[in-house]
């Protein structure tokens, strides 16, 4: 199976938290965490490397978001706190053969999970 496979999506009120699930091929080397909202680009929120298990954040979910996965980096978790309305968006998960550091881009993963939406009240 390459296709990552998520789960965790709901409605959540503002300063809530949600853990988003993801299950991923043991043959890639990273998995990340994307949203995106509308017609707005997809943002990359936090990777894991499977290989020495650093992570990556970027600056808008840092200290709020955390990305974790089990001894193999097949299942990786992306806890969210103190969620805002603004963190609404569809979320994917996404795995690729590139290492976990410095901008999480898009074109740098294969594999796209279904998307899953959250949507955070006021």
């Known amino acids: 199976q390459s296709q990552p496979v998520q789960s965790g999506g709901r409605l959540v009120h503002t300063g809530e938290s949600l853990r988003l699930s993801c299950s991923a091929s043991?043959?890639?080397?990273?998995v990340g965490w994307f949203r995106q909202d509308g017609g707005k680009e997809r943002e990359g929120l936090a990777c894991v490397s499977s290989i020495d298990g650093k992570t990556y954040y970027a600056d808008s979910v840092k200290g709020r978001f955390t990305i974790s996965g089990d001894n193999t980096k097949t299942s990786v978790d992306l806890q969210m706190n103190d969620l805002k309305p603004e963190d609404t968006a569809v979320y994917y998960c996404?795995?690729?053969?590139?290492?976990?550091?410095?901008?999480?881009?898009?074109?740098?993963?294969?594999?796209w999970g279904q998307g899953t939406q959250i949507t955070v009240s006021s």
């Open positions: 043991e043959f890639t080397k990273v």
């Open positions: 996404a795995a690729g053969f590139r290492g976990c550091a410095g901008d999480i881009l898009e074109r740098d993963y294969d594999y």
